[in-house]
């Protein structure tokens, strides 16, 4: 008997409930405040974080009309890392550690969502449907912004590489509980706009002339959902860091369990996909396991084996 | 009536359709014809008002096609492109559904979900409405494409080479439902379709507007515009208009 899709997005969310509290409790040990306080941040952080990538990545694969592609693709990694490095060559390694949290977070967050508005809509000003042209302008200017690290990185002294090494790999373990409040109801809001535009987009799925014939204004709808991913992966990228390939695994994954075209279901699916993934990992590298490894470096490699998957076993249109 | 004035649209300094003037009449199946690079799937676009014309314009009734909301288009004309995606884990019953969007917005109403039953039953896709598109053949779904351009209830359908890769079984029974569709009746529409088959033209077409070059050739009764010597002008190649059986055929000469 097949479980409708509904029923299993409340099992996700189950699942998600007892791995976060798992999380929280397992191997709780005196002073059981101070440590579920940290435990309580963190668990904070991997949910919003992978509920942010993965409810992006089902977007922006609509929009884009295509299953392989993540919103890391347009150059967002590249331009976080970019920042960081500028960052520490402007105020140097022990002024940039010294930074106020809140602000520095606000402006990356800003920054990010800024420049990624900036770019799809100078690309989309001859059309949303060259989604194509915004991919490979995102890819060059992915390009651009590396080479341009990759200099600014060697100008550094060892020490202040150190610091932007430190600061451009994903991290739970040093987000501040109040950049935690400004990014949780920020990411809700998100979130609930999302949900609210999913059956706009169960429509732009069939393509851009199909759906503005169906009444949709579908530039517009476009527009709307990159300003909401731009926000979603801004938000992320800055609280913890870039993960590229998380979105890939949290979407593919999301699509393949819970077996429905409707937005309305697959965005919170992937979204506890997402969240899944990070807080379940994490568990296990921490808990069961006691590494203090980056569990970023894992869900890469997972994520780019899944790429090169999905690559290699499409058919040939 | 769509009425179509002195049309012109060109891309990257090409021309595309220069100064198309033709008439389209309400009742019966139209089809545009034309070699390969003549403008037909760009007239079409027009028509639908997805595509906006450099000058000139498209009347449909007393409405200026390009200035309706989309919205509000979505209740005029319904056009099925060329080549619309195939939504993975999308079931026939679903995407024929989507036609029933421009009325409900994403809040179906009883009477969407009886529109759909309607046009699964006119197009016989009972037996495969929980069927996902990407497990149909290229006729069944074709089929369960133009059963959601009906579903737009719309009184203009506009359809963008529907035949292409079909089979001629495949072709033949779309083409006979749009006939049908498109005669006298109380759910009747106008069918506008753009079709590379001149012998599905000959068969089934009541009106025919032809384009070479992105101008307008025809736009005539069939039996005017889909002679022997029209035909064998427009495609630069010998081809006869025959008649068998009471049937008009096209074949090269």
Redesign the interface.
Known sequence: MSVAPRHRLWLLGAVLLIASGLFLVWGLRAPYGFILGLRVTKVAALLLVGASVGAATVMFQTVAHNRLLTPGIVGFDALFVLLQTTLVIMLGGVGYVSLPQIPKFLIESLTLTAAAVALFSLVLRRGADDMTRLVLTGVIFGILMRGLTGFMQRILDPSEFAVVQQATYATFGAVDPLQLSIAAPLFAIVLALSIRIGPSLDVAALGRTQSLSLGVDHDRLVLLVLTLISLLIAVATALAGPITFLGLLAASLAAASIGTYRHRILIPAAAAVGALILVFGQFVFERLLGFQSTLAVIVEFLGGLLFLFLVLKRRPT | MIRIASLDLHRDGQPILQDVTARIPPTGLTAIIGPNGAGKSTLL?CI?G?LVPHAGKVMIGDDDIATLK??D???R?????QS??I????SVR?LVA??R??HH??RPKQQDHDQVDEALALFDLNDLEHRKLDSLSGGQRQRAFVAMAYA?STPWMLLDEPLAALDPRYARDIMERLHNLSRPGPDSRSVVIVLHDLGMAARYADWIVSLKDGQLVHSAPREQAMTTENLSALFDTGLAVQTVGGKSIVIPV
């Open positions: 676009h639908a997805l989309p919205q288009r979505a209740h004309v319904a056009l099925l492109t619309p995606a939504v993975p884990r999308l679903d989507f036609g969007w421009p917005r994403g737009q």
